[in-house]
């Protein structure tokens, strides 16, 4: 079975920083694309940025400069650098990524980001 686990998230000041990680499990191939995506309360849920197969990523203008997406190979995991925190980025972030033997995507839980003086 597929495991897509979030795990960083926390309360932390206007300014402040928190790195995320999702840690991909039991498929037989390596994470091809592995992206982010956050809902805050009574929002849609909301791309936030996509690290690519090839390597390349993307964000959403609001984190573009703030945030770092990137990959560890060897444990199978992406990872999110949030730095400058605003009270706009309180969401709980979800990770989203695919395999390469196959284009099925899977969702992780879920990990709370609060961002509040």
């Known amino acids: 079975q597929v495991h897509v686990v979030e795990s960083g998230g926390g309360l932390v000041q206007p300014g402040g920083s928190l790195s995320l990680s999702c840690a991909a499990s039991?498929?037989?191939?390596?994470?091809?694309?592995g992206g982010w995506y956050r809902q805050a309360p009574g929002k849609p849920r909301e791309w936030v940025a996509t690290?690519?197969?090839?390597?390349?990523?993307n964000y959403v203008d609001s984190v573009r400069g703030r945030f770092t997406i990137s990959r560890d190979v060897a444990k199978n995991t992406i990872h999110l650098q949030m730095n400058g925190l605003k009270p706009d980025d309180t969401a709980v972030y979800y990770c989203?990524?695919?395999?390469?033997?196959?284009?099925?995507?899977?969702w992780g839980q879920g990990t709370q980001v609060t961002v509040s003086s």
């Open positions: 989203k990524v695919n395999f390469w033997d196959s284009a099925y995507e899977y």
């Open positions: 039991g498929s037989d191939s390596a994470v091809r694309v």
């Open positions: 690290n690519f197969a090839d390597g390349s990523t």
